[in-house]
């Protein structure tokens, strides 16, 4: 060929249309054969996600078992915390009842040791007075007698009147004194203990 040859036309080839199938077809192929793979590890993927959830849906539905029955058995402490403390509300009701009781005989009891103390003292103080009372009737009865022995003594002649009415009148007085103080007496021994 030379330059001055005309080019040479090219010589039409057949369509090629053979090869873009293959092509087109190897392309099915692969992209068939990635659906398959990828369906395949889609279900794959599902189903172990699946059989995860149900693993997990069993392990949550024991747990729900688990803490019903624990919340069971707190409700079954809770309603026998309850009869205790029913029972123990009687008792204290039964405890407090005692005690008031109790506090009433000691009120009672200390009423009467009081009263009781104010007997003795008052016994005490009327036992003083009896021996003071006791010591002037003696004395009483004395101041009687020498008198008495005094007039037989002297006679009726042997008297001064004057000197006689005045010891009279001193042992007048002095019993006089001692049977008030023992009527006294005898008044409050009557009244000790009312």
């Known amino acids: 060929m030379t330059w001055s040859d005309p080019p040479p036309t090219p010589v039409s080839q057949p369509p090629r249309r053979g090869r873009g199938i293959v092509v087109l077809a190897a392309g099915l192929g692969v992209l068939l054969v990635a659906g398959v793979a990828a369906a395949w590890w889609w279900g794959s993927q599902t189903l172990e996600a699946g059989q995860g959830w149900r693993e997990v849906a069993i392990i949550e539905a024991e747990r729900a078992d688990r803490a019903e029955a624990a919340a069971e058995a707190a409700e079954a402490e809770v309603e026998r915390a309850r009869e205790r403390l029913a029972t123990s509300e009687a ?27 104010e007997v003795v003292d008052d016994l005490a103080s009327l036992s003083r007075r009896g021996a003071e009372v006791g010591a002037a009737l003696r004395d009483c009865i004395a101041q009687t007698t020498s008198l008495t022995n005094d007039v037989l003594a002297a006679g009726p002649d042997g008297l001064e009147p004057e000197r006689t009415n005045e010891r009279i009148a001193e042992v007048n007085a002095r019993c006089g004194a001692a049977e008030a103080d023992y009527f006294d007496l005898l008044g409050d021994l009557d009244a000790v203990g009312r």
């Not at 008792?91 to 009263?115: C, P, T």
Request: net charge negative.
């Open 91 to 117: 008792d204290v009701a039964r405890l407090e009842q005692r005690l008031d009781a109790l506090a009433s005989e000691k009120a009672g009891a200390e009423d009467s040791a009081a009263l009781a103390t």
